[in-house]
């Protein structure tokens, strides 16, 4: 599967971005999604998860309150929703597709996904 994530810009401190991330080329409803960040010098960061058929999500630590990870099979797209963000958000976030069997101990880890987008630059400025 092939992955377009879209939506990065510059916002203010307290603002919201919704981030996108389209799927061509695979059977989308079959694959979980994925969203990850990494920050300059940092390493890559889980953010958020959604299972195949949006019945389970998963956050990264402290982000829950904040980020809402959600999915429209009929768009092959996911999404991510950003409220209130801090300059310490800002990153480079990447969608991941995990077209395997969901392993609880892989879903935070970048290993746990066998496709990845291109990026998306999200600033946020203090």
């Known amino acids: 599967v092939q992955l377009q994530a879209s939506g990065g810009g510059l916002v203010q401190a307290g603002g919201s971005l919704r981030l996108s991330c389209a799927a061509s080329g695979g059977t989308y409803s079959g694959y979980a999604m994925g969203w990850f960040r990494q920050a300059p010098g940092k390493e890559r960061e889980f953010v958020a998860r959604?299972?195949?058929?949006?019945?389970?999500?998963y956050y990264g630590d402290s982000l829950k309150a904040r980020f809402t990870i959600s999915r429209d099979n009929a768009k092959n797209t996911a999404y991510l929703q950003m409220n209130n963000l801090k300059p310490e958000d800002t990153a480079v976030y990447y969608c991941?597709?995990?077209?395997?069997?969901?392993?609880?101990?892989?879903?935070?880890?970048?290993?746990?996904?066998?496709?990845w987008g291109q990026g998306t630059l999200v600033t946020v400025s203090s």
């Open positions: 991941a597709a995990d077209s395997g069997v969901p392993r609880l101990a892989e879903l935070k880890k970048t290993t746990g996904y066998d496709s």
């Open positions: 959604i299972s195949r058929t949006g019945g389970s999500t």
